[in-house]
């Protein structure tokens, strides 16, 4: 639970009344590998914080599995439109390792922030890095080709390379294997 918290402080700094709450607020879950965390057509009720292990947001189009992030240790992630707008996600998460998550309810997000200034701050800042991330994320989609996309996961992923399977690393670059096996080729 500490973690949670030291990662909170990292983002912006929580005053101790906002700390003791949010210590008491928080859960633990262990996910096995391949069991789904959060799934698509439901509401994503919790902000996720991983304490060990790696998680894939993924989606299906046209039979075709597509990733567009990956989450390990000490990184928090939520289903963004879902968790903020009370509606069914458009994509699932799925533990790609034994992984153990702390989360933190919708609703005791929502009071520490009507509670607490500091965690309000938090709030702030954390849907600012989310933003700036899809932003990042679109702008490689847009501009980059599949060369390009491999450079950019291997600078923000690739000392997750041996945890990562090359079928979730195409599905993450919108490519097949093949096409990913000729581009690390030429590496």
């Known amino acids: 639970m500490r973690a949670f918290v030291e990662k909170v402080n ?67 992630f939520i289903a963004t439109d879902s968790f903020f707008h009370d509606s069914p996600a458009e994509y699932s998460t799925v533990a790609l390792e034994d992984t153990t998550i702390i989360h933190l309810e919708y609703d005791d997000f929502e009071r520490l922030c009507q509670r607490h200034h500091s965690f309000e701050t938090f709030a ?9 991330t899809a932003i990042s994320n679109l702008k490689g989609l847009l501009y980059l080709d599949a060369t390009g996309r491999y450079a950019k996961f291997l600078r923000e992923y690739g000392h997750l ?15 097949s294997q093949v096409s990913l096996s000729r581009i690390r080729s030429k590496k």
């Open 10 to 76: 990292q983002i912006s700094p929580l005053s101790e009344e906002a700390t003791e709450e949010l210590l008491h607020c928080l859960r633990t879950t262990f996910y096995r590998k391949g069991e789904i965390i959060h799934q698509e057509g439901k509401v994503c009720k919790n902000l996720f914080f991983i304490e060990s292990g790696l998680a894939k947001h993924f989606y299906y189009h046209d039979g075709n599995q597509y990733v567009f992030r990956f989450f390990e240790e000490d990184h928090f």
């Open 124 to 132: 702030r800042k954390f849907v600012s890095i989310v933003a700036y």
């Open 161 to 175: 390379q041996q945890r990562i399977t090359l079928g979730d690393t195409a599905a993450f670059l919108g490519i």
